[in-house]
């Protein structure tokens, strides 16, 4: 069956629409991907009418361009949002209710696409919303951004406020914060309790932000082996060692891997700090062997696209960050002494800590006579990434304190004077004073930084901070124990000496009494402050350059992709870089002098440094959207004051660019049931200027190839002499051909055609098409042909000369055919009046 094309439909600009003039508009839109405009909004701002609007339109993706959807294809639904509200930011909030949704149509699953800033949503039934897609069950489906800014593209974070001391403790023995910036830009430290046991609650969350526990709690929770959300109280089945080290995966941002400690093994464990879940576990050492046992471990650090850490029984334990399976071969031969590996001690814990340089792990480790199979003096031991063996230079362990009375809790990695790692170093406590052994990177001894010598032998000593800046490289040693109830101890590798300007040591005595007993810091490249946590449970922050706490110092970082804010599948949409600016602080607040904004790249390249000019702006109309489709704003402010950062009062930081309006789109798919003919769709809204209604964009449905009726013809002629059986109805015989001499040399044939259609639809507008005998054509008329069904038509002809072939053919068009579709016509089909002379014909 031949099938004429359908001829393309033309789209019509719609008039203004808003809430306060037209409320709906009807366009048999031809899905050709470009958006009615409303008059008098140009495409790089808003609309110049007093209110906001909405801009509805749709795109065919199975078939671009396309006059009409076929069933089966799938619709794209646009909405443009067209702010008009001056002044502050205020909240905005788009529902698009998908018409027929179930019958007509179909939500695909995670197809809805909202800019960033937004927030989506989605409903079953059409008025109550919840954050998860329900997949083809939706029926509506929703955007919402509290603090929509001018024409909506930019994007906004919140200046982080100086973090004080956490109103309330961390409520457990806090080890290294973690920090994370939500897509929010809330910003979060997370921490998992050390030596902590399986079942016990470890895992904390802590809104720097507000300075309060994160939503989601309460806090703390358990961690376990299986993915899933946090569970509560004491089910959980994953312990902690002793001096945890984090691995940020690069590969999978918001996840963090962990040390971790089951009842059958050590290995890593997963939690994701976006879906506050745990995302799994994988298991590296079984526990329980001898005559040396895997009781805890060491670790965990990242070394090229692998994790490692170290076992109690001194072996290498691997595991393949991509595929979060073990590396081939792990465990490795052991590079370092065991400690605490007893087997009759399971539950005992690793003494020592890692560090990575290059291709290379280091590990500390401290086997006390009590627990270890062979005890005596700190030693560090070297695994060669790329040999899988231990290290040249280091097929032995190398001592790092002089009896099995010292032990170490740390190993660090020693730069030059040029910042460049060059050896490997490890703090231990056993004497007068506290003992830094160090070695270089091929084994030889290297000479020892004496800044933490001047700490008393009680100190315990922790894997320090490391922080590069332009002024050089510098190590913040958290430190405790004996005499002093927590504090920092700043070494300049650039200098090699303590750090100018930094107490020695620098103490808090403004957090929990001084009472802090420091464990670990994180260095926060935003505000270039430290996050602190220890012992006592509680967060806090301090200045790098001179140890103070708080550390009054702000900032946030705003990654803008302007193509993120589209969705229609068209370009030109953007067109510049604007600015960058501060909101809502008082700039008498801020040290413009001292602080700074730098723009990146996605892999880190740095495109611009630059100060903030007097009115707290940055100027980025040089930086061209073709060749930086996306960029990272950080702004690091020194600040005068506090002030500004108050429950009501949120400073932030906007990025912005010109492009025009952003838009809100979801997919679905045509039911494939034949009856629909149309799709609407219409969008509401609301804004700080009020009340919002699209325009209706109503898509015709043309019948796809499931819906098609499939029309044939058979032309047949009498093979009677009898009139009586050749009309209407009649026995005939009907033949392809009369009889031999039946008609004579001349006579009057009878002619029988009949049309049938064996489609799943109706073909209407059926006609027969007979260029010998016109008369068939009247015959028939014109009619509807039902599915399953036949007509018949008879109609005579004169014959003046014999023999005669004549052909006939129908026309028609599908039901539910959108208006001006071109009629089919079928295949022909013959039948031959014959005479004495066929026989000569043949």
Not at 555 to 568: E, N, Q
Request: aromatic share 6%.
């Amino acid at each position: 069956m031949l099938k004429s094309p359908r001829p393309p439909l033309s789209i019509r600009p719609l008039r203004a629409v808003t809430a306060a003039a037209l409320t709906t508009a009807v366009v048999l839109f031809g899905l050709a991907g470009t958006a009615p405009v409303a008059a008098g909004a140009a495409r790089s701002g808003p609309s110049t009418a007093a209110a906001s609007a909405l801009v509805k339109s749709a795109q065919n993706v199975t078939h671009p361009g396309a006059a009409a959807a076929d069933h089966g294809d799938t619709v794209n639904w646009t909405v443009r949002y067209e702010n008009a509200a001056a002044g502050a930011a205020a909240p905005a909030t788009i529902t698009d209710p998908i018409t027929g949704a179930g019958s007509a149509q179909t939500y695909v699953p995670g197809s809805l696409r909202v800019p960033p800033g937004w927030t989506p949503s989605w409903s079953t039934d059409g008025s109550t919303f919840a954050p998860t897609d329900p997949g083809t069950a939706t029926t509506a489906v929703r955007a919402e951004n509290p603090p929509v800014r001018g024409t909506g593209t930019s994007l906004a974070a919140p200046l982080l406020a100086p973090v004080r001391p956490t109103a309330q403790s961390t409520g457990g023995d806090g080890f290294t914060p973690i920090l994370h910036r939500t897509a929010s830009g809330e910003v979060q430290a997370w921490n998992i309790y050390h030596h902590a046991g399986r079942t016990a609650p470890q895992v904390v969350c802590s809104n720097l932000s507000t300075g309060q526990p994160c939503t989601g709690g309460p806090w703390p929770r358990p961690l376990n082996t299986t993915a899933g959300p946090l569970g509560t109280g004491a089910t959980g089945d994953i312990g902690s060692p002793l001096t945890p080290q984090y691995v940020l995966d690069p590969q999978h941002p918001g996840q963090v891997l962990y040390p971790a400690v089951t009842a059958g093994s050590v290995g890593v464990g997963c939690l994701d700090l976006d879906a506050h879940a745990n995302c799994g576990y994988t298991a590296l050492a079984p526990t329980g062997t001898t005559p040396s046992s895997a009781n805890s471990l060491a670790g965990l650090v990242l070394a090229g696209d692998n994790v490692y850490g170290v076992a109690t029984t001194g072996q290498v334990l691997c595991l393949a960050a991509a595929t979060r399976t073990p590396c081939a071969g792990q465990p490795y031969a052991p590079v370092v002494t065991p400690n605490h590996d007893l087997p009759s001690t399971p539950n005992s814990l690793y003494l020592g800590a890692t560090t990575v340089v290059g291709g290379k792990v280091f590990a500390s480790s401290s086997p006390q006579g009590s627990g270890s199979t062979a005890p005596g003096a700190p030693a560090i031991g070297c695994f060669d990434t790329s040999t899988l063996t231990a290290c040249a230079g280091w097929t032995t362990p190398h001592l790092a304190g002089p009896n099995a009375g010292y032990y170490t809790y740390d190993v660090y990695t020693a730069y030059d004077t040029a910042g460049h790692p060059d050896g490997v170093c490890t703090s231990t406590v056993g004497g007068a004073n506290v003992l830094t052994t160090c070695y270089g990177l091929d084994g030889s001894a290297r000479s020892a930084p004496g800044t933490l010598s001047t700490l008393a032998g009680g100190v315990l000593t922790f894997n320090p901070e490391t922080v590069t800046t332009e002024s050089g490289t510098r190590s913040y040693f958290p430190v405790w124990g004996g005499s002093v109830a927590g504090a920092t101890v700043c070494h300049d590798w650039t200098t090699a000496a303590p750090c100018a300007g930094f107490p020695l040591p620098a103490t808090h005595p403004g957090v929990n009494g001084g009472a802090t007993r420091d464990y670990g810091y994180t260095y926060d490249t935003t505000t270039r402050c430290l996050i602190a946590l220890g012992d006592a449970g509680v967060l806090f922050s301090l200045d790098p350059a001179t140890g103070a706490t708080p550390c009054v110092h702000s900032g946030a970082a705003v990654t803008l992709k302007p193509a993120d804010f589209y969705c229609d599948g068209a370009t030109g949409h953007v067109q510049a870089y604007t600015r960058a600016r501060l909101t809502d602080i008082d700039l008498a607040h801020v040290d413009l002098a001292a602080s700074r904004a730098v723009v990146t790249d996605p892999d880190g390249t740095v495109v611009l440094t630059t100060a903030l000019a007097p009115d707290g702006t940055v100027d980025l109309s040089g930086i061209q959207p073709a060749t930086h489709p996306s960029i990272t704003v950080t702004t690091q402010l020194v600040l005068t004051g506090t002030g500004d950062f108050t429950a009501d009062n949120h400073p932030a930081l906007v990025v912005e660019y010109q492009g025009d309006a952003p838009q809100v789109c979801f997919r679905t798919t045509v039911t494939p049931d034949c009856a629909t003919t149309a799709l609407t769709n219409t969008a509401t809204g609301t804004d700080a200027t009020g009340a919002l209604t699209s325009n209706t964009v109503t898509t015709a449905v043309a019948p796809g190839a499931g819906c098609q009726p499939r029309v044939s013809v058979e032309k047949e002629i009498c093979g009677s002499g009898n009139p009586h059986d050749c009309a209407p109805g009649g026995p005939g015989p009907w033949a392809k051909t009369s009889p031999v001499g039946l008609l004579g040399l001349l006579g009057t044939a009878h002619w029988r055609i009949t049309v049938t259609n064996a489609g799943p639809v109706a073909a209407t507008n059926v006609t027969v098409n007979d260029a010998v005998t016109p008369g068939c054509r009247t015959a028939a008329g014109t009619f509807t042909l039902p599915a399953g069904s036949s007509r018949a038509v008879y109609c005579d002809s004169f014959l003046l000369a014999l023999p005669l072939k004549n052909t006939a053919s129908a026309s028609f068009v599908p039901a539910n055919s959108p208006p001006g579709t071109a009629p089919t016509t079928t295949a022909p089909s013959s039948a031959l009046a014959c005479s004495l002379l066929c026989i000569l014909h043949d």
